[in-house]
């Protein structure tokens, strides 16, 4: 879901920002910032934002009857 419309506002993947390092951002509009920050001049850069990851199939809790039909 990389391209949803109800993104929470982060500096860290505004087109508006560089980011720094993993906690700061350099923001043309208020210079360097926390990543989690936002403002009403952002704009969303799919690019930037890295999604979470997906989460892991737990096998050894499966047994051959899950898999019958």
Partial sequence: MLFR???DPR???C???Q???E???ACVKRGIVPVEDSCRAFR???MKR???RPAVLETR???PEDFAI
Avoid: T
Wanted: hydrophobic share 25%; aromatic share 8%; net charge positive.
């Fill in 11 to 13: 500096c860290a993947y």
């Fill in 19 to 21: 980011q720094i390092n």
């Fill in 50 to 52: 890295v999604p979470p």
């Fill in 44 to 46: 969303y850069d799919p």
């Fill in 23 to 25: 906690r700061e951002v």
């Fill in 15 to 17: 087109q508006r920002g």
């Fill in 61 to 63: 809790k499966l047994k």
């Fill in 5 to 7: 419309r109800d993104i």
